[in-house]
C-alpha cells in the first residue's frame, strides 16, 4: 500500500491537506442518512474539515450536501436515487423505486474511525470517526436480520470478501484467464448458456484470487468455474453488480 501526502489546495479552497492513497483497501462501508456526517483531515484532528449532510428533495430525490468538498465529494459510489417521477415510471416497468446510494471504499478500519477514499478521481482520504451509538455491522444480512429495536443510525462495513459473495453478478473482462486453484494451472474460459458469457457469482475468496460459479446455480450444485484474480492491489480486475432486479 502505497502513500503521499497530497496537498489538494487550490485558489481560494478551504480544502485541507488530505491523504493520498492508491491501494484497493480493505472494503466497503456504508452509513445511515439520519444524521450529519463529520469529516476529518487525520485520524487525531479535534475538528472536522467539512460536514456531509443528506437531505431529501422536494421532487423524492436525495440530495448530498458538503461546504467545503463540494464537487470533490466523489465516493465509490453516489447516486441521488429516483425522484418521485421516475419512481413511478421504473415501477409501471416492473422495476422499483431506486433508493440513493452512498458507498465509500475503506482503506483502514480501527475501533476508533474509518480510513476512507472520499475522492476517487484523486484517491484523497479522509476520516468518519465511529459514534458509540452507532450499530456496526459487518454484513448487510446482519443488518436486515436485526431485531426490534431498530436502531436507525449504523455503519455497514463490509470486507471484499463479503461484498463479492453477496453480489448479484460479478463480470469479468473478455478473455480474463481462469485458473484451477489459486496459483495453479490454466484452464479454458468456461462455456456458458444464458447469453452472459463473462456473468458470474463469488463463492470464495482467497486473498487476491476468487472462485467463480454459474451466478443461477443457487443450490450450488454444478461444479465452479475456477479462479480469477480479483483484483490487483490497486484497482477490481472484475465489475461488481450488487443487485439485481429480474
Not at 484452464?187 to 463463492?203: L, T, Y
Not at 450450488?220 to 492491489?233: S, T
Request: glycine content about 6%; charged content about 20%.
Amino acid at each position: 500500500m502505497t502513500s503521499i501526502q497530497a496537498f489538494s489546495q487550490g485558489p481560494g479552497s478551504p480544502l485541507p491537506e488530505l491523504t493520498r492513497y492508491d491501494s484497493l483497501g480493505t472494503g466497503i462501508l456504508q452509513v445511515s442518512f439520519e444524521e450529519k456526517i463529520p469529516l476529518y483531515a487525520s485520524a487525531d484532528a479535534t475538528i472536522p474539515f467539512d460536514t456531509l449532510e443528506i437531505k431529501r428533495r422536494a421532487d423524492g430525490s436525495t440530495a448530498f450536501l458538503t461546504r467545503v468538498l463540494k464537487n470533490k465529494l466523489l465516493p465509490y459510489q453516489l447516486s441521488q436515487g429516483d425522484t418521485h417521477e421516475s419512481g413511478r415510471r421504473h415501477i409501471n416497468m416492473g422495476l422499483i423505486s431506486f433508493p440513493p446510494v452512498l458507498q465509500f471504499r475503506v482503506i483502514q478500519a480501527t475501533a476508533h474511525h474509518f480510513q476512507v477514499i472520499i475522492n476517487e478521481k484523486e484517491n484523497l482520504t479522509c476520516f468518519i470517526y465511529i459514534n458509540p451509538k452507532y450499530a456496526l455491522y459487518k454484513t448487510l444480512a446482519q443488518k436486515e436480520q436485526t431485531e426490534a429495536p431498530y436502531n436507525p443510525c449504523w455503519y455497514l462495513y463490509e470486507t471484499w470478501e463479503h461484498f463479492l459473495q453477496r453480489a448479484y453478478i460479478v463480470s469479468t473482462k473478455p478473455n480474463t484467464t481462469f485458473y484451477a486453484a489459486p496459483n495453479g494451472k490454466t484452464i479454458p474460459f468456461p462455456s456458458m448458456q444464458d447469453g452472459c458469457r463473462e456473468c458470474f457469482h463469488v463463492a470464495r475468496v482467497k486473498g487476491e484470487w476468487a472462485e467463480l460459479i454459474d451466478r443461477q446455480d443457487y443450490s450450488r450444485k454444478k461444479p465452479a468455474y475456477g479462479w480469477v484474480k480479483w483484483q490487483n492491489g490497486k484497482a477490481l480486475e472484475v465489475s461488481v453488480m450488487e443487485f439485481g432486479y429480474e
